[in-house]
């Protein structure tokens, strides 16, 4: 295999070049390369990043309130934006192409998928700086930590597994085969099980965690990129890139049963705690479509930045945040009012969003 250097792609086997992903993410390539083509073979251009910007890092606050953390994909950054003023109070420098952001149950540890090393850095929240550095499968793409807060779960959209990482040692202790070209993850709040949006095989994968194994798949739209977990865990939501809607799998019947038409390219995807909305970035539309989850129709479209991508809903469903990856911006929404209320200049091609509590 050729070495990689920026501007060729990482699975050369696939023949498919890396300057789109790092102009756009994981999800906004796949949506610009898989339209009016077979989705098989293209999302294997759903390549994550290659060459890198270093960003500099501020000074944390001795009393960190509630945050939002941005994966900046250009700027190989994590923006970490206050809540409570709307401003970036800090840059952390992370590895090569930076994707998406999770936290840990006790807002500790931040990880963060470096797309385009292959690796997860792993951020202290108090230091606001990378602790470790773990090496995964090719282009991870996205990663969520179980509710014990004992493993991370990273999607490696370009080898076609999920990692396993055990929190207290730091390595990786398995690697799940899943479908083609994996995006989304949720788990469980028992642990149990982990859902896998496979985007090239149109279909999420249920995994048994205590085993490692895939024990179905469920058929869904075209190009499943995102999932989110309904807070009674009845219903998983799945955004569907190429096919323009959402998926509503029922979770006892392991079938979708809707299917709900949102705007262009949806992408990121998040529930209220309550369970009544549900928020979708849509890329091609410059658009958050918000959907009734009991009448499986959309309420309302609410304009946002250019090339929206990441979402999430803040724990107590006031607010919902969109990274704007054209724009470099994030977008907060008041969810009473289903309108923006800020516009929050971050780094260079931000992706994945989460949210993080103040500390206790």
Known sequence: MPPRTPGTSLTPHRHRPRRSTREHGTALSFARMTRNSDIARRTAAVLCATAALTGLSAAPP???????????????????????????????????????????????????????ADTVSVIDTRTRTVVDTITVGREPSRATVS?????????????????????????????IAVGDAPLGLAVTPDGRTLYVANAGSDSVSVVRTDSGTVTGAVPVGAGPTALALAPDCRHLYVSNLTSDDVSVVDIREGAETARVPVGDQ???????????????ADIGSDTVSVIDTRRHT????????????????????SRVYVSNFDSDTLTVIDTETATPTATV????????????????
Request: hydrophobic share 35%; glycine share 14%; aromatic share 2%.
């Open 62 to 116: 001795e009393r960190p309130g509630p945050v939002v953390h941005v994966a900046n994909l250009h700027s190989d950054t994590v923006s970490v934006v206050d809540i409570r003023t709307g401003a970036v109070v800090d840059d952390i420098p992370v590895g090569d192409g930076p994707d998406s952001v999770a936290v840990s149950p006790d807002g500790a540890r931040l990880y963060v998928t470096d797309s385009g």
């Open 147 to 175: 509710p014990d807060n004992e493993r991370v779960y990273v999607a490696n959209v370009g080898a076609d597994t999920v990692s396993v990482i055990s929190t207290r040692t730091g390595t990786v202790t398995d690697t």
């Open 266 to 280: 949806p992408a990121g995807i998040g529930v209220r705690p309550d369970g009544r909305r549900v928020y979708v």
């Open 298 to 317: 959309v309420t309302d479209t609410i304009p946002v930045g250019d090339g929206p991508n990441g979402l999430a809903v803040d724990p107590d469903g």
């Open 345 to 360: 200049p971050v780094g260079d091609g931000p992706t994945g969003v989460a949210t993080q509590p103040a500390p206790r």
